[in-house]
């Protein structure tokens, strides 16, 4: 079973820069991408960014295409994820989440592993 654990969030400035982390530990023999997915009370989650972590893939939501970056570090035992958040908006306010899944997507329901979330508030 996959662990995920994030890390990173906080509060910032609109127009500031915060960098999110998420460790995959366990096994993770079937993980093949790993997702930011983000969530505001009474609102669905909706998909940020993925990446492939065999390959080069990526995909961003057209509302964070030019502002943030997702990328990987890849260790022996454990991967690790990282989402770039520049240009900052208070609309980006929210509780993020780091997902692992089989396929790469930015579809909440192809992933069955989730992180516990982290919380990114943006004061304008």
């Known amino acids: 079973q996959v662990q995920l654990v994030e890390s990173g969030g906080g509060s910032v400035q609109a127009g500031g820069s915060l960098r999110l982390s998420c460790t995959a530990s366990?096994?993770?023999?079937?993980?093949?991408?790993m997702a930011w997915f983000r969530q505001v009370p009474g609102k669905e989650r909706e998909g940020v960014a993925s990446?492939?972590?065999?390959?080069?893939?990526?995909?961003?939501a057209d509302f964070v295409k030019t502002r943030f970056t997702i990328s990987r570090d890849m260790a022996k035992n454990t991967v690790t994820v990282y989402l770039q958040m520049n240009s900052l908006e208070p609309e980006d306010t929210a509780m993020y989440y780091c997902?692992?899944?089989?396929?790469?997507?930015?579809?909440?329901?192809?992933?069955?592993?989730w992180g516990q979330g982290t919380q990114v508030t943006v004061s304008s």
């Open positions: 997902a692992a899944s089989a396929i790469i997507s930015l579809a909440s329901s192809d992933f069955t592993t």
């Open positions: 366990g096994d993770t023999s079937s993980t093949n991408s």
């Open positions: 990446i492939w972590l065999y390959g080069d893939s990526t995909y961003y």
